[in-house]
Structures are given as structure tokens and as C-alpha cells.
């Protein structure tokens, strides 16, 4: 029933801010209308003229870090436009956490202490998820798989291959994906070419690959995280490369975040994660639909 | 025009000159790439499925169709003519694109027609019909057989099962969902 998910769905977003805030990390608030989001090539904010709405918080976030926050935490809407399916809202529940001092290995263990203390505390009866038929199981160990491996065992592609070719979503979408779904504990996709993490660092010594992840439970894709890139100019360069290639595929380009990229130079060594919080709460539940985990689809209105 | 952001199940376009339906529709996004639009579809006039992925940007045309009601005038090899009353325009229409309904279908019988541009693409029959009963075995009293139907074919030449005491000359109403027999007509 749907009123039970919203229970539940309530009795989450507690547990969530429970868990962060018993860690030592600020809540914070920061605007939802802003004049310019991080351009992406795939992303389309929804404008809110002269301005748009989020389609992250990231670039706040990251400005606060810069201002000497060392851990931050916030759960916010966000907007994508055109975005509707099963797993699809064009506006949807994120939860993003900062870690100053820190790389993105750490911010997997968090999510693994996260999704193993929301199962406890508001699955006490069963505490594992369910996606598809399939159970979850936050407590077993959990399985790393390098995006490269991942495309050659699974795909039989390399990765780079399919990108240039314009297969990289068609392999990772028809042949991957359906395959962790076989998985019963978390899988953590990481280490992903450079040219899919617009804002995040390389890996050390190697080019091609950045320190960027994503969490996958029974197939469904949970998060994305990065170790953040702070160099200025490299981020001013894949900015311009994401309008350059918005440009090619007829989208609009977008304005860049001045502010963003002014104060970048001074923003420590750190990682950030973006958690969608509807798909948490489809995996608690076993709902097949994010449709069903929402007080109002968009239909609906 | 639609884009693929009109895609959803029941949506009906044209694709490679045939006119197609949607018959489910998925939107798939992997972090930070591009979408792709999912697609099973059904071929109108010959009911084959095809799996299809669009991406954002791609346009499709709308499936012209109008339905009219037409009069079945006759059959010719294998094609059947419908007229439209109003305008004593013709079309024809394939045995193969027919299906079932031929079972069911009399000279002179009044039915919707399915137009894809000129192209007659189907038929929808009324769910009841009245035929005759043409020839069927006789049914002997007292067998007790135990057989509680038996073959019976109608006067489109369609073949099926009746109860025993119907007889040849007989009026019938026919289910045309199913094909099958629902009540006989005394008169």
C-alpha cells in the first residue's frame, strides 16, 4: 500500500539525517533556484527564467567546503528535465554528502555503513533489499568491479571502444546492468573513463581513468560518487567540452558557475556523493516502479 | 510529429511505412550519459514485434488512422472489397491482414474498416454475429455418448463446435472474440 511506503519512506529520510548527523556532519540548506548549474552533456536543467532549478547541489556544497566545512550533508530536490520512466522523476529526492581530507574511498565505506544502518534500523524484522525478485543483502561483503572489467567480462567490449562508437549506454544499459542484478550483495562500478566524470579527479598516474563510482543493488543504479577535482582551469576546460559537445547534439549550451569556478582553486582535496533517496526507498520496499514510493507522480498533478 | 518524449505504451506511429503500436516503453538513463528510450512496438498489419532504442532528438510520425464504416461486398481470390456507403469508395483488403474475421464476415454485413492512409489494415467486427448453420450431423436421440457438442460449419465456410440438438438450417449467434458458439435463434 502506498501510504506503508510513505511510512517507511519518512521513517528513511530520519534514519538518513540520524546517521550523518550522529557522524559529525552539518546539515545545510542551499538554494534550489540558481543561475547556472555544472553544465553536462547529458543533463538538462529545467529553467526557472532568468534562472534554473538544481539539478544537483554540488556546486553549493563544494562552495561551503571551500569555506571550511570539513563534512556536509543535505537532502534536497532536485530537477532533470525530461527525465520519466520506472526509475525516472523529472523531480526527485537527492541526498548528497562532502568529505574534505578525503577520497573516494572512503565515501564507499560510508555507503556502506549507510545502507547496513538504515536495513537495521528501519528493516529491523529482514534487513536486506529487494529489487526484481531479487534480496540484497547490505551485510554481506561487498563486490568491486573496475568499469573496464566490467565491460570486458560482461559486454565482451572495451569501454573506450564503445564510447567512441556511441554503444557506451546500449552495453552498459542491455548487457551489464542486467547482469548485477544477479549479484546478492552491493556492487560498486568504479574507476570510469575520464571523459564520463566532468568534475572528477584523475586517478594518480593514469590519464584515461577518473576516481569516480556508482552503486548498483540488484541492478538498480543508487549513487555516484568522486574524488573532486579542484583545479580551475581543468574544470573551466570540461565545462567548455560539455557545451562544446551539447552544441554538437542540439542542445543549448549552458552558463558555467563563475562563482563556482573563482572560489575551486581554494576548495581542499575532497569527495562528494549524490545518493538518490526515491530508489533507497524502492529498494526498501521492493518496489518495481518509483511511481510507487512518491505522495504525487507528476501524472498526478 | 511526436519526439521521443511522447513515447509511451498505446502511442501509434509510422516507421518504415507501416504503422506501428507501442506496446511497452521504458526510459533508461546510466549516470551522466545520454538517455535511451526503449521500445517494444507491434507492426499493425502483420502483428510482428520489433525492439527499438531511440535516443533524445529522434522524431517519429503519427500513424494516420481513421476507422469508417464500410459495407463487405465480395471476395476475390484472396482479396475481400469494402465500399464506403457515403462515398462508394472501395478498398481492399488482404486474406492474410483479415485473420479471423473472415470466419465471421457475410456479403452485404456492415463493419468498421481500420484505414492507414488508403490501406485497409483490419476490421472490427460487432462481438456478436448471426450465421447458419450449413451442414451438421444429425443428432440421434437417445445417444448416449455422452458428447456434449459436436462439429457444425456455418455459411462463411467457418467450422465449430455447437450442441447437439442444433440443425442444419439452423440461425446461430457467434461469439467473435473467441470464435465460439453463444445461443441458436428460433424463428
Request: glycine content about 6%; overall charge negative; hydrophobic content about 40%.
Amino acid at each position: 500500500m502506498k501510504s506503508d511506503a510513505l511510512w517507511l519512506r519518512a521513517h528513511i529520510i530520519k534514519t538518513i539525517r540520524n546517521f550523518f548527523w550522529d557522524q559529525g556532519f552539518l546539515e545545510v540548506e542551499t538554494p534550489l533556484l540558481i543561475p547556472a548549474n555544472a553544465p553536462e552533456e547529458h543533463i538538462n536543467p529545467v529553467t526557472a527564467l532568468p534562472w534554473q532549478l538544481q539539478t544537483s547541489p554540488e556546486i553549493c556544497m563544494k562552495r561551503l567546503l571551500r569555506r571550511g566545512h570539513q563534512r556536509l550533508f543535505q537532502i534536497s530536490h532536485c530537477w532533470r528535465a525530461d527525465e520519466r520512466g520506472s526509475r525516472h522523476l523529472q523531480e526527485f529526492t537527492m541526498l548528497e554528502w562532502y568529505r574534505a581530507e578525503c577520497d573516494y574511498q572512503t565515501l564507499m565505506s560510508d555507503c556502506e555503513g549507510l545502507l547496513q544502518h538504515v536495513a537495521a534500523v528501519c528493516l529491523s524484522n529482514n534487513p536486506v533489499y529487494h529489487h526484481k525478485s531479487r534480496i540484497i543483502d547490505p551485510f554481506r561483503s561487498w563486490r568491486h568491479i573496475a568499469v573496464q572489467e566490467a565491460f570486458l567480462q560482461f559486454g565482451h567490449a572495451d569501454v573506450w571502444d564503445c564510447l567512441q562508437k556511441g554503444q557506451y549506454e546500449e552495453v552498459l544499459t542491455g548487457l551489464i546492468e542486467p547482469k548485477l542484478t544477479e549479484f546478492s550483495e552491493p556492487v560498486i562500478l568504479m574507476d570510469y573513463p575520464s571523459e564520463l566524470a566532468a568534475l572528477a579527479c584523475l586517478k594518480p598516474g593514469q590519464v584515461k581513468l577518473a576516481e569516480r563510482f556508482e552503486l548498483y543493488l540488484g541492478g538498480l543504479e543508487l549513487a555516484n560518487g568522486f574524488s573532486e577535482l579542484n583545479d580551475p582551469d581543468e574544470q573551466r576546460r570540461r565545462f567548455e567540452e560539455a557545451n562544446r559537445l551539447r552544441l554538437k547534439n542540439g542542445s543549448t549550451p549552458l552558463p558555467l558557475p563563475e562563482p563556482f569556478l573563482r572560489e575551486l582553486a581554494g576548495m581542499p582535496a575532497s569527495a562528494g556523493i549524490a545518493l538518490g533517496v526515491d530508489r533507497l526507498v524502492m529498494l526498501a520496499t521492493g518496489a518495481d516502479s518509483i511511481d510507487e514510493v512518491v505522495a504525487f507522480t507528476p501524472e498526478e498533478l | 510529429m511526436y519526439t521521443v518524449a511522447d513515447l509511451k505504451k498505446g502511442l501509434k506511429i509510422t516507421l518504415d511505412g507501416d504503422p506501428y503500436l507501442v506496446v511497452a516503453f521504458d526510459f533508461v538513463k546510466p549516470g551522466k550519459g545520454q538517455a535511451l528510450y526503449r521500445t517494444k512496438m507491434r507492426n499493425m498489419i502483420n502483428g510482428t514485434l520489433l525492439d527499438r532504442t531511440y535516443r533524445s532528438g529522434e522524431t517519429f510520425e503519427q500513424a494516420s488512422l481513421e476507422e469508417r464504416q464500410m459495407e463487405y461486398l465480395y471476395k476475390e481470390g484472396n482479396h475481400y472489397t469494402f465500399m464506403d456507403q457515403q462515398t462508394f469508395e472501395q478498398v481492399v483488403m488482404e486474406e492474410e491482414t483479415m485473420g479471423d474475421a473472415k470466419n465471421f464476415l457475410l456479403e452485404n454485413c456492415k463493419v468498421d474498416v481500420m484505414l492507414f492512409g488508403e490501406k485497409a489494415i483490419g476490421i472490427a467486427l460487432p462481438n456478436f454475429v448471426n450465421l447458419r448453420v450449413t451442414a451438421t450431423e444429425q443428432w440421434a436421440k437417445g445417444d448416449t455418448s455422452g458428447n456434449d457438442s459436436k462439429p457444425a460449419t456455418v455459411e462463411t465456410g467457418y467450422v465449430l463446435r455447437v450442441p447437439p440438438f442444433i440443425e442444419e438450417g439452423e440461425l446461430i449467434v457467434i461469439d467473435t472474440r473467441n470464435g465460439e458458439y453463444s445461443t441458436r435463434i428460433k424463428g
